[in-house]
């Protein structure tokens, strides 16, 4: 495939390929903008099909982080990293290091994180070949990101709530949680107080049993959660799960969950928005972890970390609005939103170079 043809190539501004015979590594570092700061974002590891299915991800998930870090007014590019392989049966110590050292090559322009199928003990690995790392365990000014962004997607939660039913009272709602790892346990464990009635799936049978055991979650059996009855769907584990084949199904009237890419087409925005579901952008509302990630790295104290994920519920009812007057999808809006924040930016420092 021409790489420059590819259908998720949107002038990609750095597409590195890394491998290391030694460790076993393959693995691909996109970046995609770079406008507002060095490209940071995770590094997800998946036993993916092929190469170009590995090629599609890193290109979507790092056009996503653009986007993101833009609608949270944060001085972050956008970049993500894809490793091949069984995270559960080839992953090493070794192999996150030699993932460190291609990092490390980029010279900063991509700072690397944890996501799905990596851990902040892996980022800990990492970091011994490269400071260009975010999300370490027992970093005194953190650690894993995951429990702020679920902070988000649970103030996302009660802002469409507010937008849908008048009230952010979430009791009594039915709420359906696919996915209970990392960031689906913490978004749980955020809902059961707030007397929601919570259902989930998990392909991992142990995440499943501690979500059930920790907060009364009541079971439900793999893909069978898309078309369940419920009030809101949360999606949080991999990407393109909302298509022409499932949005028929949904009966949901809220989607909103951390997974990134749930869109699986462009068409799927429009697809939602006529059968009349309330789509929140994945990348509008799981930025929590990336605010984490900045303040971070800025010392930030608690309370300003919690209090700058309150951007989260703004931007997303001033997507819901504008997308309602316009009758557009919310994803088309969203992405509007973040494009015309990076060509302000853009412009302002094309000002700055003038004036110099």
Same mark, same amino acid.
């Given at each position: 495939?021409?790489?420059?043809? *590819?259908?998720?190539y949107?002038?990609?501004e750095?597409v590195?390929?890394?491998?290391d015979p030694?460790?076993g590594l =393959? ?5 995609h ?5 060095? !490209?940071?974002?995770g ?7 092929s190469?170009? *299915? ?8 790092? =056009? ?5 870090a833009?609608?949270a ?7 993500k990293s894809?490793?091949?392989g ?10 996150m =290091? ?22 902040p ?14 999300g ?14 679920? !902070?988000?997607?649970f ?10 039913y008048?009230? /952010? ?8 949680? +696919?996915? #209970? ?6 978004l749980?464990? #955020?809902?059961?107080?707030t ?8 392909l ?8 059930? /055991? ?7 059996r ?9 009030d ?21 009237r ?5 997974a ?5 087409t462009?068409?799927?925005? +429009?697809r ?9 952008p ?13 303040? +971070? ?7 300003? =970390?919690?209090q ?22 919310? /994803?088309a ?6 494009e ?7 412009g302002?420092?094309k ?6």
């Amino acid at each position: 495939m021409n790489f420059f043809q *590819h259908p998720e190539y949107k002038h990609h501004e750095q597409v590195v390929f890394a491998s290391d015979p030694a460790t076993g590594l =393959r693995a691909i570092i996109a970046i995609h903008d770079a406008t507002l700061g060095a !490209a940071v974002g995770g590094c997800r590891m998946y036993p993916y099909a092929s190469e170009t *299915h590995a090629l599609t991800d890193a290109l979507r998930l790092s =056009r996503g982080m653009t986007y993101k870090a833009a609608l949270a007014n944060l001085p972050f590019g956008g970049g993500k990293s894809v490793i091949i392989g069984d995270p559960k049966r080839d992953k090493t110590p070794d192999l996150m =290091r030699a993932m460190g050292r291609a990092v490390e090559q980029l010279g900063g322009r991509y700072v690397l994180a944890e996501d799905s199928g990596t851990t902040p003990t892996d980022m800990r690995y990492a970091a011994e070949s490269t400071a260009h790392v975010a999300g370490i365990e027992n970093n005194p000014d953190g650690g894993d990101p995951s429990p702020m962004t679920a !902070a988000g997607v649970f103030a996302a939660i009660k802002q469409s709530a507010l937008y849908v039913y008048d009230t /952010e009272d979430l009791r009594g709602l039915r709420i359906a949680i +696919q996915g #209970l790892g990392h960031v689906g346990y913490h978004l749980a464990k #955020l809902l059961q107080p707030t007397g929601a009635i919570l259902y989930g799936s998990d392909l991992h049978q142990p995440n499943l049993e501690r979500a059930i /055991e920790d907060f009364g979650l009541n079971p439900i059996r793999g893909d069978a959660i898309l078309s369940f009855d419920c009030d809101i769907l949360a999606p949080c584990a991999l990407g393109g799960i909302l298509n022409a084949d499932s949005i028929p199904k949904i009966k949901a009237r809220i989607v909103a969950g951390a997974a990134n890419n749930q869109l699986a087409t462009s068409d799927d925005d +429009q697809r939602l928005m006529q059968a009349g579901i309330i789509y929140c952008p994945d990348f509008a509302i799981n930025a929590g972890g990336i605010i984490e990630v900045f303040h +971070q790295r800025q010392d930030s104290s608690l309370a300003i =970390r919690q209090q700058a994920v309150s951007v989260i519920p703004r931007t997303l009812l001033a997507i819901l609005q504008a997308a309602k007057a316009e009758s557009s999808g919310t /994803e088309a809006i969203a992405m509007r939103f973040a494009e015309e924040q990076i060509a302000e930016h853009s412009g302002q420092n094309k000002d700055l170079a003038m004036s110099a």
